[in-house]
């Protein structure tokens, strides 16, 4: 077993279990990542940004054999099939995804282009439909599965900085959570969405007035740190979540209450 260098955060250990986190070369799924890997899974980091992907997976195992890298475009359902291969060639199976990767832009809506606008969706809504669709039916083969979708704030109340097309994509992925999570239900395989509010890893992309407004709106007035979107991560990918089904975890510091 290779040696990660953070320590769990889970609470769980993940022995013996594969798993794969798009997004994975940075911010919250490079956490996420990592916290598998150090609670005793197989980590297949996947990513756009395939150096990405590259970096994190050889910190974690430089000899590849418990972390592997793959080059991953959300947007292609033939990419998801080449990784659920790749993953059951190496592996044996797959049993856990996270849907990690996202992509936001902060367009005025007027200004949205129909490319933009099918672009976003399909970064951030059908990507969720493509993963669950070829992982959902390859864990219910398997008769065990866990899938946990990283929707956002923005799907639930419109954001405080989003705009149309990535709040109605990341909508959609809420549902297509409930609607996986059903169709699934009973198979061993468990489907749930985690919706997180403002995020440390997003500071760099906000100006100064935005996060002094953001932080305003927090009743805890602060970001979540990367890792506490993990230990959700953490709790829903687990043995002991297999009663949680169809839910939606939100982890936004009070912002939006129901």
């Not at 279990?17 to 940075?26: D, N, P, W, Y």
């Not at 099939?81 to 190496?90: M, P």
């Not at 991560?233 to 975890?249: N, P, R």
Request: hydrophobic residues 45%; neutral net charge; glycine residues 12%.
């Amino acid at each position: 077993m290779g040696v990660s260098t953070v320590s769990p955060v889970f609470g769980f250990r993940f022995d013996g279990r594969s798993c794969l986190v798009t997004g994975g070369g940075s911010g919250v799924g490079e956490e996420v990542a990592r916290q598998f890997h150090a609670a005793g899974a197989r980590v297949a980091v996947t990513d756009l940004n395939e150096a990405g992907a590259q970096k994190v997976a050889r910190s974690l195992d430089p000899g590849g054999g418990t972390a592997m890298p793959l080059a991953l475009d959300v947007r292609r359902k033939e990419d998801f099939e080449f990784a659920r291969d790749a993953i059951a060639t190496a592996w044996g199976r797959v049993d856990i995804v996270v849907n990690n990767a996202g992509h936001a832009k902060r367009t005025p809506t007027q200004d949205i282009s129909p490319q933009e606008f099918d672009d976003i969706v399909a970064t951030n809504m059908r990507s969720v439909f493509f993963s669950c669709q070829v992982f959902g039916e390859h864990m219910r083969a398997n008769g065990y599965g866990r899938i946990v979708n990283i929707t956002s704030l923005a799907g639930q109340n419109g954001g405080t900085v989003a705009s149309a097309h990535y709040a109605s994509a990341k909508a959609g992925a809420i549902m297509l959570s409930k609607y996986f999570a059903l169709q699934l239900a009973g198979t061993g395989v468990v489907v749930n969405a985690i919706s997180p509010g403002p995020i440390s890893t997003a500071k760099g992309r906000l100006s100064g007035e935005q996060l002094e407004r953001v932080e305003s709106l927090v009743p805890v007035h602060r970001f979540a740190e990367a890792s506490e979107i993990a230990a959700a991560v953490g709790l829903l990918a687990s043995d002991q979540g297999g009663f949680i089904v169809g839910a939606t975890l939100d982890i936004n510091g009070g912002l939006f209450m129901r």
